[in-house]
């Protein structure tokens, strides 16, 4: 494994194993290391404030992001 490999072996993925909806918050909660609750008040917070957009967003980010490669038994 090269030292990039080390560095920059950090991915974002939905974690739909964990995840209430589609597991969007569950694996940005993963991948900056905080809880995802924190983050799905702050998701509803954002659509009381502006509506559609985050929903069309959090959609859009679901379709791109790939699930995580963590089945039911980890390596």
């Known amino acids: ?14 974690n739909s194993r964990r995840g209430k909806i589609c597991g ?10 905080i809880n995802p609750m924190i983050l799905r008040i702050l998701g509803i917070i954002a659509i009381l404030m ?15 992001l790939d699930d995580s490669d963590q089945g039911l038994y980890r390596r």
């Open 50 to 64: 502006t509506g559609p957009i985050v929903i069309l967003g959090y959609l859009l980010v679901s379709l791109l």
């Open 24 to 33: 969007i918050f569950s694996g940005l909660g993963d991948y900056l290391g």
């Open 1 to 14: 494994m090269s030292r990039h490999d080390t560095i920059n072996s950090k991915k974002l993925y939905k």
